[in-house]
Each structure stands twice: as structure tokens, then as C-alpha cells.
């Protein structure tokens, strides 16, 4: 668990570099949950995070199985429901974070994929 946290850390950091707003962290809708969401420019990012210390697992989208794409949108409706912003673009994002070698090196694939997809 310690290296999910790190990841999410990492990657949280990540994303405030680049202007985005972290309005939530590990949000849960019962057993569902999301890593972060985040905010820049009327989007919101449901941002699933992935932290890697082996070559194990293929890419970051290959390691996210549909059935956890599908538990982040569950959660992601319910966060709107609940905090919604009227005008916002919602997308999911996936972030890899590959803790091989000596520095962090992290992977953005904004928009990674579709509610049903």
C-alpha cells in the first residue's frame, strides 16, 4: 500500500506543476474509488494512478482491466452528483509512475478512456 501512496503523491505533484487543482484524493463511493481528481480550465480529470517498480503488468492503460475503468466511472458519476461543476468537460486520465532506477519517471495519458469503452 506504501507504494500506492507514493505514486499517488508523485503524481499529485505532477499535476499541480502543471496548474491543476487536486480537489480530491482516494475518493470513495462505497468500495469504488478514485486516485485523484483534479481541475484546470473547466475540465475535470478522474485520474486512475498506476506505480510500477517492475516491467510487469504492460503499459499503464494495459495494467487498468476494464473492470476498474468501469468501478472509476460508478465513482466519478457519484462525485458529480454530489460536487458537479456546471460547464466542466469531465474526462478520465491514467498516470503511470515507474519507480525503476533512481528518479520517478511519470506517464499522463490524459483522456485514457470512455465511460463504456
Same mark, same amino acid.
Given at each position: 500500500m506504501q507504494?500506492?501512496? @507514493?505514486?499517488?503523491?508523485?503524481?499529485?505533484?505532477?499535476?499541480?506543476e502543471?496548474? =491543476?487543482?487536486?480537489?480530491?484524493?482516494?475518493?470513495?463511493?462505497?468500495?469504488?474509488?478514485?486516485?485523484? &481528481? !483534479? !481541475? *484546470?480550465?473547466?475540465? /475535470?480529470?478522474?485520474v486512475? /494512478?498506476? +506505480?510500477? +517498480? #517492475?516491467? +510487469?503488468?504492460? #503499459? $499503464?492503460?494495459? %495494467? &487498468?482491466?476494464?473492470?476498474?475503468?468501469?468501478? /472509476?466511472? +460508478?465513482? !466519478?458519476? @457519484?462525485?458529480?452528483?454530489?460536487?458537479? *461543476?456546471?460547464? %466542466? $468537460?469531465?474526462?478520465?486520465d !491514467?498516470?503511470? $509512475?515507474?519507480l525503476?532506477?533512481?528518479?520517478? /519517471? &511519470?506517464?499522463?495519458?490524459?483522456?485514457a =478512456?470512455?465511460?463504456?469503452?
Open positions: 507504494l500506492g501512496r @507514493r505514486g499517488e503523491a508523485l503524481a499529485e505533484a505532477y499535476l499541480a502543471r496548474g =491543476w487543482a487536486v480537489l480530491a484524493r482516494n475518493y470513495r463511493a462505497g468500495p469504488k474509488e478514485i486516485d485523484l &481528481i !483534479a !481541475a *484546470r480550465s473547466g475540465v /475535470v480529470a478522474f486512475e /494512478v498506476k +506505480t510500477r +517498480t #517492475t516491467r +510487469t503488468g504492460g #503499459t $499503464v492503460l494495459e %495494467s &487498468i482491466r476494464a473492470l476498474k475503468r468501469r468501478a /472509476v466511472v +460508478t465513482a !466519478a458519476r @457519484r462525485w458529480i452528483h454530489e460536487n458537479g *461543476r456546471r460547464g %466542466s $468537460v469531465y474526462r478520465f !491514467a498516470i503511470g $509512475v515507474d525503476r532506477g533512481g528518479e520517478a /519517471v &511519470i506517464e499522463h495519458v490524459p483522456d =478512456w470512455r465511460p463504456g469503452g
